[in-house]
T-cell receptor, first 112, second 113 residues
Framework: QKEVEQDPGPLSVPEGAIVSLNCTYSNSAFQYFMWYRQYSRKGPELLMYTYSSGNKEDGRFTAQVDKSSKYISLFIRDSQPSDSATYLCAMSLGAGSYQLTFGKGTKLSVIP | SAVISQKPSRDICQRGTSLTIQCQVDSQVTMMFWYRQQPGQSLTLIATANQGSEATYESGFVIDKFPISRPNLTFSTLTVSNMSPEDSSIYLC??????????FGPGTRLTVL
């Protein structure tokens, strides 16, 4: 079992749809959870990060962490064509450990 | 957040040669990292490069194959040595800037023939 599982997609949605992206993980010691957005031929861009369980909202984006289920989600409301990218989940042990463990990424296309 | 640049942005190299990738940050940072992103695979950490000390390599990566330099707090290089087609990948540097957050450079796309 890989440490972090992420459905690679591709996922195609119409403009304005709500998008749900998910990752599951096996290591219960992970404390910090991040979502990165990567446009084609670009480096990953930090979108959101969350410490431990709970929700965090930033504009159209909401990150959820459920540590009891070892499950994290990213919701995108009112999706736009500019949201078309690959979304990577990542997590770390925190407390001075900066090594990130990534999912493989989900490729999202928002169709106008 | 830190602004990170990498050179070259892409290169095509012959088997058996070496390529040095540069990473420049616009501010002083203690910790820099080098990652590899192979097609269809997760981003994988190669090594951690701290200024003033030897790089720390992850399992499966060795200094002879991926020598790293970190001469100051804004710059690092990664060399991919004696390349084979299996080394074709995107190589990314990242830095820690803020609490437990990492920012990535744009990547170097390497093709080995």
């Amino acid at each position: 079992q890989k440490e972090v599982e992420q459905d690679p997609g591709p996922l195609s949605v119409p403009e304005g749809a709500i998008v749900s992206l998910n990752c599951t993980y096996s290591n219960s010691a992970f404390q910090y959870f991040m979502w990165y957005r990567q446009y084609s031929r670009k480096g990953p861009e930090l979108l959101m990060y969350t410490y431990s369980s709970g929700n965090k909202e930033d504009g159209r984006f909401t990150a959820q962490v459920d540590k009891s289920s070892k499950y994290i989600s990213l919701f995108i409301r009112d999706s736009q064509p500019s949201d078309s990218a690959t979304y990577l989940c990542a997590m770390s042990l925190g407390a001075g450990s900066y090594q990130l463990t990534f999912g493989k990424g989900t490729k999202l296309s928002v169709i106008p | 957040s830190a602004v990170i640049s990498q050179k070259p942005s892409r290169d095509i190299c012959q088997r058996g040669t070496s390529l040095t990738i540069q990473c420049q940050v616009d501010s002083q940072v203690t910790m820099m990292f080098w990652y590899r992103q192979q097609p269809g695979q997760s981003l994988t950490l190669i090594a951690t490069a701290n200024q003033g000390s030897e790089a720390t390599y992850e399992s499966g990566f060795v200094i002879d194959k991926f020598p790293i330099s970190r001469p100051n707090l804004t710059f690092s290089t990664l060399t991919v040595s004696n390349m084979s087609p299996e080394d074709s990948s995107i190589y990314l540097c990242s830095v820690v800037s803020g609490p437990d957050t990492q920012y990535f450079g744009p990547g170097t796309r390497l093709t080995v023939l």
